[in-house]
Nanobody
Framework: QVQLVESGGGLVQAGGSLRLSCAPS????????AAWYRQAPGKQRDLVAT???????TYADSVKGRFTISRDNAKNTVYLQMSSLKPDDTAVYYC?????????????WGQGTQVSVSS
């Protein structure tokens, strides 16, 4: 069964950087649109950044200029480079993507990876 797997989370001091990765486990044909979301304790899940297969990106205002979403279509992997991290960036980060599996396009969520930023 195909799943999205995130990696790269951890604990970092304010001002530091982390890079998150998201890749499917199992055999797929391709990744379409992908996005990163985050959810802080007691808050709703918010959209952080999106990227189309062609590389067009969008960002939440709160992360513009600090985060960069990118992808490697050959590796079927999506990345989120996070710089100048702030304590407010602390959250569980989730990958979301449209995957073509067995000829069918479906939307998948990853299990989440914790990012903690200390002041």
């Amino acid at each position: 069964q195909v799943q999205l797997v995130e990696s790269g989370g951890g604990l970092v001091q304010a001002g530091g950087s982390l890079r998150l990765s998201c890749a499917p486990s199992g055999s797929i044909f391709s990744i379409g649109r992908a996005a990163w979301y985050r959810q802080a304790p007691g808050k709703q899940r918010d959209l952080v950044a999106t990227i189309t297969r062609g590389g067009t990106t969008t960002y939440a205002d709160s992360v513009k200029g600090r985060f960069t979403i990118s992808r490697d279509n050959a590796k079927n992997t999506v990345y989120l480079q996070m710089s100048s991290l702030k304590p407010d960036d602390t959250a569980v980060y989730y990958c979301n993507a449209d995957l073509v599996v067995d000829g069918h396009l479906r939307n998948y969520w990853g299990q989440g990876t914790q990012v903690s930023v200390s002041s």
